[in-house]
């Protein structure tokens, strides 16, 4: 059995694990990372690539920004598409100069991995049979194996930055807890290729036949998604396939423009909204996906991720500099009201911008008015901006 100890324990090696380990080791708190897949796995997971305002400066906080000041593309606003016609929303202009810079998620977490190696922090991969203990005591630890030997981490508390599907949450007794979830009936199907973007901004598009999303990387990798019915499989999908159903859903001066070429990586993802009350149990706080999903319209995930690591970085630091727990007694609460301002967003901008099967022309018929009202409002549009560049923390 090998013995180790911390101050922090984190479970899960991603972003939102990794930048938190980086803060608190910047200010002198130490924590241990382990992740149950191996660094080169983390690193093909493709994900959401536009950032929040307040995600890049606390990716400059953490040291890790290099990169992302040199190759991030910032945006000033995006294009939404409706049955053809296009609404531009500026909304640095409406939002006191707040913008989003687009660089992606594997580059984040690279980049953070980077700036643990530089500080010698500890990232511990393949681990396995992960189990939490005394999260309800003063003496919490996390157990797991690592290469078929058992180790055990003490530690003052535990961050469950492990996602969905990782086991920190279900270690809140189900009596303590409340889950609330709502799944969509149906999923985006990605494809990232090797071509120009199609469009300088960001481009979501409405169309009769289903949602398509036009995005980017850099000037030459471009990410593209369109709305699939749920259940659809991933090889009745050929590239040609692809092309052509995103182009029927773009307005005719845009799908004119778009280069197409080979697919480098497709996937199809489902959608739901999921939030766990409360995020904290004890000496456990969860953090990201591991408490709530939201649907990818809008690039909310990672950058709710970011905002939970502020808050539970804060509470962490106020804790160690004076001993107070007012920060992580009020963590939950505060992390949760902007979770639920955020999961609201997203699910408007999904609602109007996907056709869900069943629904009659009444809807149909509302979207547009949304489209039009959206078109000439700048209140609403200014609502719009303060929701798509993110809420402040």
């Given at each position: 059995?090998?013995?180790l100890k911390?101050?922090?324990?984190?479970?899960?090696?991603g972003?939102?694990?990794?930048?938190?380990?980086?803060?608190?080791?910047?200010?002198?708190?130490?924590?241990?990372?382990?992740?149950?897949?191996?660094?080169d796995?983390?690193?093909?997971?493709?994900?959401?690539?536009?950032?929040?305002?307040?995600?890049?400066?606390l990716?400059?906080?953490?040291?890790?920004?290099h990169?992302?000041?040199?190759?991030g593309?910032?945006?000033?606003?995006?294009?939404?598409?409706?049955?053809?016609?296009?609404?531009?929303?500026?909304?640095?202009?409406l939002?006191n100069?707040?913008?989003?810079?687009?660089?992606?998620?594997?580059?984040?977490?690279?980049?953070?991995?980077?700036?643990?190696?530089?500080?010698?922090?500890?990232?511990?991969?393949?681990?396995?049979?992960?189990e939490?203990h005394?999260i309800?005591?003063?003496?919490?630890?996390?157990?797991?194996?690592?290469?078929?030997?058992?180790?055990?981490?003490?530690?003052?508390?535990?961050?469950g930055?492990d996602?969905?599907r990782?086991?920190?949450?279900?270690?809140?007794?189900?009596?303590?807890?409340?889950?609330?979830?709502?799944?969509?009936?149906f999923?985006?199907?990605g494809?990232?290729?090797?071509t120009?973007?199609?469009?300088?901004?960001?481009?979501?598009?409405?169309?009769?036949?289903?949602f398509?999303?036009?995005?980017?990387?850099?000037s030459?990798?471009?990410?593209?998604?369109?709305?699939?019915?749920?259940?659809?499989?991933?090889?009745?999908?050929?590239?040609?396939?692809?092309?052509?159903?995103?182009?029927?859903r773009?307005?005719?001066?845009?799908?004119?423009?778009?280069?197409t070429?080979?697919s480098i990586?497709k996937?199809?993802?489902?959608?739901?909204?999921?939030?766990?009350?409360?995020?904290?149990?004890?000496?456990?706080?969860?953090?990201?996906?591991?408490?709530?999903i939201v649907?990818?319209?809008?690039?909310?995930?990672?950058n709710?991720?970011?905002?939970?690591?502020?808050?539970?970085?804060?509470?962490?630091?106020?804790?160690?500099?004076?001993g107070?727990?007012?920060?992580?007694?009020d963590?939950?609460?505060t992390?949760?009201?902007?979770?639920?301002?955020?999961?609201?967003?997203s699910?408007s901008?999904?609602?109007?911008?996907?056709?869900?099967?069943?629904?009659?022309?009444?809807?149909?018929?509302?979207?547009?008015?949304?489209?039009?009202?959206?078109?000439?409002?700048?209140?609403?549009?200014?609502?719009?901006?303060?929701?798509?560049v993110?809420?402040?923390?």
């Amino acid at each position: 059995m090998r013995e180790l100890k911390t101050q922090v324990a984190i479970i899960g090696g991603g972003p939102s694990g990794l930048l938190l380990s980086q803060l608190l080791h910047l200010n002198g708190i130490d924590s241990i990372v382990i992740e149950r897949q191996t660094r080169d796995h983390v690193l093909t997971r493709i994900r959401a690539g536009v950032l929040e305002s307040g995600t890049v400066r606390l990716l400059r906080k953490a040291e890790a920004a290099h990169n992302l000041d040199l190759h991030g593309d910032v945006h000033r606003g995006i294009d939404i598409s409706f049955n053809g016609n296009i609404c531009h929303v500026p909304f640095e202009k409406l939002t006191n100069g707040q913008t989003v810079t687009v660089y992606g998620q594997t580059e984040v977490t690279r980049d953070l991995y980077e700036a643990r190696d530089k500080l010698d922090g500890i990232v511990l991969h393949s681990v396995s049979d992960v189990e939490l203990h005394g999260i309800d005591s003063d003496k919490p630890s996390v157990s797991f194996y690592q290469d078929e030997k058992q180790s055990t981490i003490e530690c003052d508390f535990i961050i469950g930055c492990d996602g969905y599907r990782g086991v920190s949450r279900k270690n809140i007794p189900e009596s303590e807890k409340k889950e609330h979830e709502k799944v969509y009936p149906f999923g985006w199907l990605g494809v990232l290729s090797e071509t120009p973007p199609v469009s300088k901004e960001v481009m979501y598009a409405y169309h009769e036949k289903g949602f398509a999303l036009c995005s980017m990387r850099h000037s030459n990798l471009s990410r593209y998604y369109i709305q699939v019915p749920i259940g659809e499989n991933i090889e009745d999908w050929s590239d040609d396939r692809f092309w052509k159903e995103l182009k029927s859903r773009l307005p005719e001066k845009i799908s004119n423009k778009l280069i197409t070429g080979p697919s480098i990586e497709k996937s199809i993802a489902p959608l739901r909204s999921f939030v766990c009350e409360p995020m904290s149990f004890g000496k456990l706080f969860l953090v990201g996906d591991a408490a709530h999903i939201v649907p990818p319209t809008g690039a909310k995930g990672l950058n709710l991720a970011v905002s939970d690591v502020h808050y539970i970085f804060t509470a962490l630091n106020e804790y160690y500099e004076s001993g107070s727990t007012k920060g992580l007694s009020d963590y939950s609460k505060t992390a949760l009201d902007r979770v639920w301002k955020t999961e609201r967003f997203s699910l408007s901008l999904t609602n109007f911008l996907h056709h869900f099967p069943q629904e009659g022309g009444f809807n149909e018929r509302i979207r547009q008015a949304e489209f039009d009202y959206l078109c000439t409002s700048e209140a609403f549009q200014t609502s719009f901006s303060e929701g798509y560049v993110g809420l402040p923390y």
